[in-house]
Structure formats: C-alpha cells, structure tokens
C-alpha cells in the first residue's frame, strides 16, 4: 500500500515518460488500487482506505488534462498526418 502511495503521489512526474508509458502507470496503479479497495479494504487502516479512495479522482483529472492515451497532436480535435497528407499509421486517422 505504501509503495502505491508512493508512486502516485507525483504522477505530474510520469509526464517524462512516453504516452504508452503514462498510460500504463495509471492503468497498472488503478488496477491495484481497485483489487486493494475491492479485495482487502476491510484491512487496510483509514490513512490507506483514503488514500485509495482519492486516487481515482486525481487520475480522472490528470487523465483528462494531459490525455496520455492520445496523441498530443490531436488536442483540439486535429488528426496527425504523414508529410504526403495521410493519417499516421498509429492512429489510423483518428486519435
């Protein structure tokens, strides 16, 4: 439990990484913080139950501003191309 308090406690720091990294982190620590809450939160103490609870609400927050699933250039409702004018392969032509 620490350690994902730990972990999430800074996720504005997970910016340095690549998207598919950003969105990882959240998925992987959402996760356990769910299976934590769902499974095992009869133990944990009050400090932990809290702190699980707030998480989801940070990462909804960060999720929606920094959008880590999407690409950076299809904020504002642009879709990247290819310098010949074709969507890019890894969106397929949408984001």
Not at 14 to 28: D, T
Not at 58 to 64: A, C, D, L, Y
Not at 72 to 85: D, E, I, L, N
């Amino acid at each position: 439990m620490e350690r994902l308090v730990e972990a999430t406690a800074h996720v504005d720091s997970w910016l340095g990484y690549p998207q598919e990294v950003q969105r990882a982190l959240v998925g992987l620590a959402s996760s356990i913080a769910r299976h934590l809450q769902d499974e095992a939160e009869a133990l944990l103490d009050a400090n932990a139950r809290e702190a699980i609870r707030a998480w989801f609400p940070v990462t909804t927050q960060w999720s929606k501003l920094y959008r880590p699933g999407r690409s950076r250039a299809c904020r504002g409702g642009s879709v990247p191309t290819t310098t010949a004018g074709e969507p890019t392969p890894s969106t397929g032509g949408g984001c």
